[in-house]
T-cell receptor, first 116, second 112 residues
Framework: GAVVSQHPSRVICKSGTSVKIECRSL??????MFWYRQFPKKSLMLMAT?????????EQGVEKDKFLINHASLTLSTLTVTSAHPEDSSFYIC????????????FGPGTRLTVL | GENVEQHPSTLSVQEGDSAVIKCTYS??????FPWYKQELGKRPQLIID?????GEKKDQRIAVTLNKTAKHFSLHITETQPEDSAVYFC???????????FGTGTQLKVEL
């Protein structure tokens, strides 16, 4: 099956620093990638939709200058949390979708971000 | 936009019993309805999905039913086992490259 990786799996940083999370599709080309945020015992909340070569589409209430998304190639999308604060601590999960292959999204393993 | 509601939020069953989780959606243009199982700290795993051109789909102990008119769909797990314990999410999408909208999740606990 299709494999999506995320790096790092876990990161702890100080308040005010920026953190970059990578999402890679390992065995397929992902024309669309999605970034989700999940708080403990809560559902997945879509943050943005990223299409290769174009600007990301952010969901209402998500600050695009705070959460920078770059989908530079068909196998890589990055999410940068800028000037992170404790309230940004969360589980961030990406998913990837290949063109012409139904509607299934393949999820990465997630990144646990803790901001001190 | 799409709104997906999911019930119940928690469900406890005895091993061997059946479990049913229900979801409703609001967008009549939605045509793809996946179900995910998520264990603590792990990625969501697709367990079954259904498209709007069918009313029911089954895969061993798992089945999903869809009522397009009423805009609701349900997950049925038969002969539950302890390893079925997890959080289950329903979702809805317009298909293609469109986004998924997730339900609020159901914590299923299968007791011995």
């Amino acid at each position: 099956g299709a494999v999506v990786s995320q790096h790092p799996s876990r990161v702890i940083c100080k308040s005010g620093t920026s953190v970059k999370i990578e999402c890679r599709s390992l065995d397929f080309q992902a024309t669309t990638m999605f970034w989700y945020r999940q708080f403990p015992k809560k559902s997945l909340m879509l943050m943005a939709t990223s299409n290769e070569g174009s600007k990301a589409t952010y969901e209402q209430g998500v600050e695009k200058d705070k959460f920078l998304i770059n989908h530079a190639s068909l196998t890589l999308s990055t999410l940068t949390v800028t000037s992170a604060h404790p309230e940004d601590s969360s589980f961030y999960i990406c998913s990837a979708m290949a063109s012409g292959v139904g509607s299934e999204q393949f999820f990465g393993p997630g990144t646990r971000l803790t901001v001190l | 936009g799409e709104n997906v509601e999911q019930h119940p939020s928690t469900l406890s069953v005895q091993e061997g019993d059946s479990a049913v989780i229900k979801c409703t959606y609001s967008d009549s243009a939605s045509n793809y309805f996946p179900w995910y199982k998520q264990e603590l700290g792990k990625r969501p795993q697709l367990i079954i999905d259904i498209r709007s051109n069918v009313g029911e789909k089954k895969d061993q102990r798992i089945a999903v039913t869809l009522n397009k008119t009423a805009k609701h769909f349900s997950l049925h797990i038969t002969e539950t086992q302890p390893e079925d314990s997890a959080v289950y999410f329903c979702a809805a999408s317009r298909g293609g490259g469109n986004k998924l909208t997730f339900g609020t999740g159901t914590q299923l606990k299968v007791e011995l």
